[in-house]
């Protein structure tokens, strides 16, 4: 963590000395990182001191596989927002709405499962006059932070390098954000020693436009504790392979047998040996026992789902199990972590809708940001007949709105209650039907009690 006293601090020399720490502490970090999600794990990069050797490179996807299951749980189902300020909140919908939401969330859930952290901008469009929120790749992204012991955001720097094809050189630009403006920079990508002004305008936020959403306090990836294990299973796969070469390249043994290079290569051609009394030949072979390696590879990929938290969907144990209690049970480590990653992605929205109503307000339009309540919904396969056994069993107990809210093919209780009621009005049909079925319900239920 960056701290300074004050935004005054942040001068040029400073700027430079933060970027060039960022590149040569943190960046390669994020780097490895963003490697194993796309498969290119450090197997790719083994050398055989033995050339001649097989050098095979076998590269698990287990990181994309850990961060696209957590991520899917986690927000594969829209958040969704409630407020007791319905206006205010079909306002604070259309821009979510604009600015495609859904899949914002999605990106900012992935980068705090791949890098720990989540960095979005807001700024206010001059060509649509809205409201707009975009991710920042936490590889470009510096917080900075004060000193007190809330460790309130005091400024963000971006930074990335600009490739100029009318002049072939590579710029790196450096963006310093305060809670009043938006600097832009420009330096040599090499031997960096001053900054050159590029522009400056305000953006009238009230403070630093940008929300920061943790994975964790430690702002650890998803599979950043397992890239051991997930190195030690690309090596025993890996070697694995390279014993089945060395077995494959069997070599013929002739005992108390003299032959030249031609009457060998004719008895191989012919696949025929003529041999003399007392002689003998067989193949030498490495003997490979696959059965331990096997157990340990077995034993590595059960460690890495165990660790990382994340189920293996693909286990026969698991897909055998349709009990939703079961299914609870065995994603109960995952339910642990994704309700720590709740909570803390939970304030970054609440740090982009403080910085709408900020904007909003000064459009003469404000709201309170708190007023939203934000609420996730896991997306694991529903069981529907038992749900909707719950809710009829629950009937006249629970709320209508909640028992409806339990259906996942209801997306808005709401709106789904005043259809029935509108059905009811309408058919007196159906109204009549209800009401049998309804006295016949509870006739049963009281006989079944009785009995």
């Known amino acids: 963590m960056i701290t300074l006293n004050n935004v005054d601090e942040l001068d040029e020399k400073t700027i430079l000395r933060i970027v060039e720490k960022h590149k040569s502490s943190v960046l390669p970090r994020l780097l490895k990182l963003e490697r194993y999600y796309h498969t290119d794990n450090d197997i790719n990069r083994r050398q055989m001191s033995d050339p001649t050797k097989p050098n095979n490179k076998v590269a698990n996807a287990y990181a994309s596989y850990i961060t696209d299951t957590l991520v899917g749980y986690f927000v594969g189902e829209p958040i969704s927002y409630s407020s007791n300020d319905e206006e205010k909140l079909k306002e604070l919908q259309m821009i979510l709405e604009y600015n495609d939401e859904a899949d914002e969330n999605t990106e900012l859930a992935k980068n705090c499962s791949i890098f720990g ?13 809205m409201i707009r ?84 306090n430690e702002e650890i990836g998803d599979f950043e504790p397992v890239i051991s294990l997930i190195d030690a299973y690309d090596k025993m796969e890996s070697d694995s392979l390279n014993d089945f070469e060395y077995a494959a390249d069997a070599y013929l043994c002739l005992y108390g047998f003299t032959a030249d290079a031609e009457d060998i ?44 938290k994340c189920p293996n969907l693909t286990d026969d144990n698991f897909a055998g199990n349709t009990s939703g209690i079961a299914i609870e049970y065995k994603t109960l480590g995952t339910e642990n972590l994704v309700s720590i990653k709740e909570r803390k992605f939970k304030r970054g929205l609440q740090q982009r809708f403080e910085l709408i109503a900020q904007m909003n307000a000064i459009l003469g339009d404000g709201f309170d940001w708190r007023s939203i309540d934000i609420h996730f919904k896991r997306n694991l396969p529903a069981n529907e007949v038992d749900l909707a056994n719950m809710v009829e069993k629950l009937d006249g107990i629970v709320s209508a709105e909640t028992l409806l809210s339990q259906l996942p093919f209801v997306e808005d209780p709401q709106e789904e209650i005043r259809r029935v009621e509108e059905m009811k009005q309408k058919s007196p049909f159906y109204n009549d039907t209800l009401s049998l079925y309804q006295e016949n319900y509870h006739l049963n239920k009281v006989e079944a009690d009785n009995e």
């Open 133 to 216: 929120f975009t991710t920042i790749s936490p590889k470009e992204g510096i917080p900075i932070f004060d000193k007190t012991v809330e460790h309130s955001l005091l400024a963000f720097i971006r930074y990335y390098d600009d490739y100029d094809i009318t002049t072939d050189k590579v710029e790196t630009v450096i963006e310093v954000i305060t809670d009043t403006s938006h600097t832009i920079y420009k330096t040599n990508t090499t031997g960096n020693t001053s900054l050159r002004f590029i522009e400056s305008y305000n953006h009238y936020f009230g403070m630093v436009p940008v929300a920061i959403y943790k994975n964790n």
């Open 265 to 308: 290569k004719q008895m191989k051609e012919n696949r025929v040996l003529l041999m003399d009394e007392g002689t003998n030949a067989e193949w030498l072979i490495k003997n490979a026992s696959d059965t331990n390696i096997e157990n340990q590879k077995i034993r590595l990929d059960q460690d890495i789902h165990k660790f990382a």
């Open 117 to 129: 952290v989540g960095f979005e901008l807001l700024y206010f469009g001059e060509e649509d006059k």
